[in-house]
């Protein structure tokens, strides 16, 4: 069954990275580049799977629709597509906590090339565009929490994360995990369509430190799978072109 789902949502997630990265918008690439692309994500998705879970195939493809409609509220700035944007966060969410990359994703579009002044003089537009879907992602995180809190409780059941932020930095096959994983975002920060793109993404990086700390502190980093939503946004924004915003 694991099988069959999760290639189910590998399938849709090479389908929704293929409509992404087609959105004359953002992207103009040659079809050798679109290629290594898809290439790419459907690689880091496979070779991490060695760690079966019912869950990481279905997030890939909730984060990238996520991104999809992203760029498309972007465009449009209509509220049919941000409450479209909001329900996938919703389901998101709900899912897996690599939802909040999507937020991380959004902002960075929102601010990119964006002067201090303008920030300054359109902060609520700004607040308001991201404030949505992160207060909803707040709001469906917590509630999860609590719901798998108190009903496992009954069962006599924990749903307390162990922190492995020791072994993480002590154990071999852990620092091997982190060498991996900032070898990899080298790489894709080298690769990426120009200066500009780089800077992107060690702004996206930043802004995605909620995240990476909670994987440091929670997460096992031999499973490289936690970095693997990290590569994939940082691909799509490493090979985005300038783009205007209304």
Known sequence: FFFLFNVF????TVFVVNKIINNAHFYQLSELESKIIL??????III?????????????????LSVYYIQDYLICKNLKTLLS????????????????????????LLVKD??????????ISILKDIGIPTMLFLLTYYSVRLFLK???ASNGISVNED?????????LNNILGILFSFITMYFIISFSKSNKNKIVIKRFLFFSLPYILMVFFVGILWEIRLFVPLFILSILLSQMKDYDLK
Do not use: G, P
Not at 9 to 12: D, E, H, P, V
Not at 39 to 44: A, G, L, R
């Open 9 to 12: 949502f590998q399938l849709l």
């Open 39 to 44: 290439f790419s994500v459907s690689f880091f």
């Open 48 to 64: 991490t799977q060695y760690i079966v879970t019912f869950y990481d195939a279905s997030a890939y493809f909730f984060l990238l």
């Open 85 to 108: 944007l909001c329900l996938i966060v919703l389901v998101s969410t709900a899912n897996r906590e690599t939802a909040a990359l999507s937020l991380s994703f959004l902002l960075i």
């Open 114 to 123: 964006r002067s201090l002044k303008y920030i300054q003089n359109n902060w």
């Open 150 to 152: 108190y009903n496992n």
């Open 163 to 171: 922190v492995y932020l020791k072994q993480n930095f002590t154990q």
